[in-house]
């Protein structure tokens, strides 16, 4: 069986039409959700690209090795789920950016990581967005970009799953894994038209209100640092609409590949795998992009739907899962077995038609301790903290002069209840059922229920803390 591993940045699951938002463009979402399994309640295990996808990847919790970080990609010596493939005999084939692998680590995992190359259609060379706000404007660091001039044709998204197009039609020889960690939606948020403007602002539901008491202390502090608390409402519920445009963008070219495995006889033999790494605020609670430390559902709630040869068609699974399982569902998949200890399950028997596990509760973790100040983004090395100008400049000089504002956090989220643990006095708890937009802080009021998602806590940890190799050490001498 191949594999299709379609991976857009920065998607939350609730800004989908087949997830329930009603203005959300993506027809073809909904028709791969109605030919296989949507998991309604799938959740990351870090709100930040790189730990998440070491997750994904490899069926452990970034605490497992460290990988909590954007620079902490997995090394040669860690095993992932692309190198697995590859050994297995699958020609393992990559378009899009990176923020998983290691250079050292892509010989071994990966045959071809240039499927950009084979696109015929692609227009190179054209810039496709800038900030068109003055530094002195108040949405100069809202990420709220004009629509770029540039064709669909000059994304860099577009020349990759238009290689991967040409791969298809190129008819593979030997079982592949296709691998499509895809820019879009993420922010600066612009799109080409008609995406940039497809969506009325005026039509959205209400955004999430800004919060008051009981809000992590970092959300009036980036509301602050990026100026969003002077922008009015309207601003805000553009960003969103933009973004559900790009999001648009990343549906369109899912339909592209989709056209073509049914083109070319693939889709017959082909399971599709179609996620996101985290979320994105997008002008919910008055915040934009993300945040290393924060774990509310906006962040950590992400599209999985799989369609697989002969599975259950147009199935829902309500129950929790982790998005880390896709390692193990992959690997069960394609026949391949595991060589390491992990903390992945397999949905194989979600994807032929059975529920969930309605006990199962799923955790996510982020931020970074004090003692690391490696962690902290906007270090002195690099370029977009000496430039006052980038966009990014805001994130990285709150981060250090307040990095309480990124201190470590760690979740659990039941079907009920979400707990989320930070050691500078800004826990949370959350009542879903009553409170599912996460607005009245419960920390410290329920104090029987707290106790008992914080000792599940202290149990996940004492069970996931660490991994023994497979491979014993022999405690000889040399010889």
Not at 2 to 13: M, Q, S, V, W
Not at 89 to 112: C, Q, R, T
Request: charged share 25%; aromatic share 10%.
């Amino acid at each position: 069986m191949n594999l299709i591993l379609f991976n857009p940045d920065e998607f939350r699951a609730e800004s989908a039409h087949c997830y329930g938002h009603p203005l959300a463009p993506t027809p073809n979402l909904d028709r791969l959700a109605a030919e296989g399994t949507r998991f309604d309640q799938c959740h990351v295990q870090h709100p930040v690209c790189t730990p998440s996808r070491c997750s994904f990847m490899t069926g452990w919790y970034p605490h497992v090795r460290g990988h909590r970080t954007l620079w902490h990609t997995l090394q040669p010596d860690e095993p992932n789920l692309l190198r697995y493939l590859k050994q297995a005999g699958y020609e393992v084939v990559w378009g899009g950016k990176n923020d998983l692998l290691s250079p050292e680590s892509f010989a071994s995992s990966v045959d071809d990581w240039k499927l950009d190359k084979r696109s015929t259609r692609a227009i190179r060379g054209v810039p496709t967005s800038r900030n068109p706000w003055s530094q002195y404007d108040d949405r100069f660091a809202s990420f709220l970009y004009e629509p770029t001039d540039a064709p669909l044709e000059a994304l860099g998204d577009f020349a990759k799953v238009d290689g991967a197009i040409e791969y298809l039609k190129s008819g593979p020889t030997q079982p592949f894994c296709l691998y499509l960690p895809l820019l879009f939606p993420h922010c600066p948020y612009v799109a080409p038209q008609p995406w940039h403007d497809l969506i009325d602002p005026d039509a959205l539901p209400a955004l999430r209100p800004v919060r008051g008491d009981g809000a992590p202390d970092f959300h009036k502090m980036i509301r602050q640092t990026r100026k969003l608390d002077r922008l009015d409402e309207s601003v805000l519920r553009k960003i969103n609409a933009v973004y559900l445009g790009m999001i648009g963008v990343v549906d369109h070219l899912l339909g592209m590949l989709l056209d073509t495995l049914e083109q070319t006889g693939l889709a017959d033999d082909t399971a599709i795998v179609f996620f996101s790494d985290h979320g994105d605020w997008a002008g919910d609670y008055g915040l934009v992009e993300k945040w290393p430390s924060a774990l509310d559902d906006t962040i950590t709630r992400v599209p999985l739907v799989i369609k697989i040869p002969g599975g259950k068609r147009g199935h829902v699974v309500t129950e929790p899962v982790e998005l880390f399982d896709i390692f193990a569902t992959a690997l069960e998949l394609t026949g391949t077995e595991a060589r390491h200890t992990h903390f992945a399950r397999s949905l194989v028997p979600q994807l032929q038609g059975a529920a969930g596990d309605p006990n199962r509760v799923v955790f996510a973790e982020g931020g970074y301790a004090f003692h690391e100040p490696l962690c902290f983004e906007g270090r002195q090395n690099e370029a977009i903290f000496r430039d006052t100008t980038h966009i990014y400049y805001p994130k990285g000089r709150l981060q250090q002069d307040y990095p309480e504002s990124v201190c470590r956090a760690a979740m659990v989220r039941t079907q009920t209840h979400k707990l989320i643990r930070r050691p500078d006095g800004t826990s949370e708890l959350y009542d879903l059922v009553a409170d599912p937009q996460e607005l009245r802080n419960l920390y410290g009021q329920q104090l029987d229920i707290q106790a008992a998602l914080e000792r599940r806590l202290l149990d996940w940890y004492l069970q996931t803390a660490d991994v023994t190799p497979h491979t014993e050490w022999p405690r000889g001498f040399p010889v």
